[in-house]
């Protein structure tokens, strides 16, 4: 008997180990599913890095976000963009996007070595900001600014940590102004009347997945206008909004959505600039703010020809067209596909990328 119930205890005993070496391999294969699952998403979190108190940081965005799937079904309000989102990028976990007040200011010129620069002063309330770049296997090399507040940071929730940086994959598709491979550079500038909705049986798009589209997807500024022309413009954040586009042949235009209908503001000069009022002519025309700001740009190109010394004379421009509310000033280089940085109207901190640091 006693034979027995040792025989019975041992075989209990292998059960069990084979019980425990199943559930074993069982977790190991559901953390490798998870892990090849989710691997891009990781190591795109992982690559976080915080450079500067402001706070800012800089993200390599190696996870698919799936812009070809987006453009087939469009959005036409943030929550239909947040649900792609959502679905796509997040995997379920929620994130809102929403795009608060912003005065900024853009501009275009040349550089006394040749190179075409677009300028840009991004005015909104500090919240964390992210220089993203991106590499899709469908479309151009980028690197784009985002102010992480649009997805719910704030002062005391930052990217940092496995858990807080989550939300920041939704960063795509909240880029503010930008720069690709082909030297196609982007800024969005508020504008302050009624909310820009077309309806002309096109796939709809929004002000922020419109800058991702021009940037992943035109090498030049007619590839540009070509593309937004074939989408419903739908603004964000109940407001409207007008784009400046520059290339690295130093073409430049000013896209508006005047009474929901598409308008080019081309250029009379080899260089072009602009604030958050309306330039097409007509019933709108100087209708918003910042004629102070655009004054001073005027003049300063103007006195210049439109061509500046370098790169730090781009910079100048900016910071006498800056105020107090400028989050960040950037000076993109459309040949070498560049970015100088100053924070918080810091002129004298700048912080350079270019695609080739990644």
Known sequence: KGERNHCCMSKSKKILKVVACVLAAALILALLGAWLMFRKELVTLNSIEKLDDAPFYVMDYQADYGLDEFL??????????????IQKLMKGLPVTITLPDLSCSTFNARLADGDAVFGRNFDNPYKPCMLVHTDPENGYE?????????????????????????LSLAAPYIP????????????????????????????DITTSSAIRMVLDKAATVDEAVALLEQYDMHASANSCFHFQIA???????????VDNVFSLVEPTKDFQWCTNFFLTPGEWYNTGKGQDRYEILERRLTEADGVLADEAAAMDCLEAAAQES?????????????????????????????????
């Open 142 to 166: 980028s690197i784009s600014m985002v102010n992480l507040g649009y997805v719910g940071y704030g002062d005391d929730y930052v990217p940092e940590g496995f858990k807080n940086s989550i």
């Open 326 to 358: 400028t989050f960040w000033s950037a000076v993109y280089n459309n040949t070498t596909a560049a970015v100088e940085l100053s924070l918080h109207g810091n002129f004298d901190r700048t912080y350079r990328f270019t695609l080739k640091d990644w």
């Open 72 to 85: 087939e079904q469009g959005a036409a309000t943030d929550q239909e963009l947040s649900a792609f989102v």
């Open 247 to 257: 290339d690295a042949n130093g073409d430049s235009v000013i896209v508006e959505y």
């Open 176 to 203: 503010l102004d930008g720069v690709n491979e082909k030297g196609l550079s982007i800024g969005v500038l508020q504008l302050d009347v009624a909310p820009t909705h077309q309806d002309n049986g096109k796939t």
